[in-house]
Structures are given as C-alpha cells and as structure tokens.
C-alpha cells in the first residue's frame, strides 16, 4: 500500500526549493548556502566538504553558530576541478 502522497523530489529539487523559500533566488544566485545544499550540489559527503574548508579550499562565514558556504568559493572549487 506504500505512502502514494508523498511527492518525488530530487536533490536539485530540494536545494532549489529551499532557496526560493528563504530569499527568492535560484541556488546559483544565492551568496551562501549551507553545508547541507552544499553537499546537495556539488554531490560530496559531509565530511569531504568539512576536508576541504579546512584546507581552505571552499571559503565559508560563521553567522552566530551557523556555517554558511559562499556559493562562489563553491563554484570556484568545482570549475577548477579536472
């Protein structure tokens, strides 16, 4: 019998959906995300994300105990990749 209600959303759909609900904006217009639509994205785990701002190779802004990830350091990092 299942749950039939319930609707099918994909990854882009949820990073998508989620910033129109808070700002209006498509993801790519966006300044910052957070380390969830991040993962969501670029399609990396939580903890190569968390690697990669250590190595200061993804740039991020603490707002109070929030992290937020610019989404042009993120773009940045995923154009210069081969």
Do not use: W
Not at 48 to 64: P, R
């Amino acid at each position: 019998m299942g749950n039939s209600f319930a609707p099918k959303i994909s990854a882009a759909d949820s990073v998508e959906s989620e910033g129109n609900a808070e700002s209006g904006l498509p993801f790519a217009e966006r300044l910052t995300c957070s380390i969830a639509d991040a993962c969501i994205a670029t399609g990396l785990g939580k903890t190569k994300l968390y690697e990669l701002i250590a190595q200061h190779a993804i740039t991020t802004k603490t707002v109070g105990r929030r992290r937020l990830v610019l989404v042009d350091s993120l773009r940045e990092f995923m154009v210069s990749r081969d």
